[in-house]
C-alpha cells in the first residue's frame, strides 16, 4: 500500500506545480497588456538599399516593446515586435517576426541596441541556440564598432502613438 502512495503524492505535487506555473503565465501576460506606455520614440536604419524602422513603446516598469520592420535588399520583408530592457546603456531586446506576406514561419533572434547619442547602433554578437531558443552568448564581446544598422531619431507615422 505504502508503494502506490507515495507515486500517487508525487504525481499530485507535480500536477499542482504546473498548475501554478500556468496561473503565473497569465498573471505575467495580464501585466504587460495593462501596464501603461509612458514614452513611445521611433527611429530609422538605412544602410545601402536596407531600410529599418523602428517603434519603441517605454513601460511603467522600464522594460521596453514595439515594433520593427526590416526591408533588407534580395530578402523577404521582416515585420514583428521587439520585447527587452535596457542594462546600462544597452538595449536587450528579443525580436519576433514573420518572413514575407504569407506570416507562415514566425523566428525570433536576440538583438543588443548601444544607446549612444540620439542612435541606436545595432551590435554583431554572438549567438547561440540551445534547445530551439537562441540567445547572445554572456561571455563573449559584442561589436558596436563594424555595424551595418544605426537608427536615427525619426518622426512617429500618424496614429501610432
Partial sequence: MKNVIIPCLLLACVGLQSCK???TKKEDAAQTVT??????ECYKAIYEKDTLDLKLNTLESGKVSGDMVM???NAQEK???VKGEFHGDTLFVDYTFVEGKEGKN???NPMALLKKDKQL???NGTIQTT?????LVKDQPIDFDRV???FSAADCPEGSK
Fill in 106 to 108: 514566425t523566428f525570433k
Fill in 79 to 81: 515585420m514583428g515586435t
Fill in 121 to 123: 547602433i545595432v551590435g
Fill in 35 to 40: 501596464e501603461k506606455i509612458v514614452n513611445v
Fill in 71 to 73: 526591408k533588407v535588399a
Fill in 148 to 150: 551595418k544598422y544605426k
Fill in 21 to 23: 506555473k500556468e496561473e
Fill in 131 to 135: 534547445m530551439g531558443v537562441s540567445y
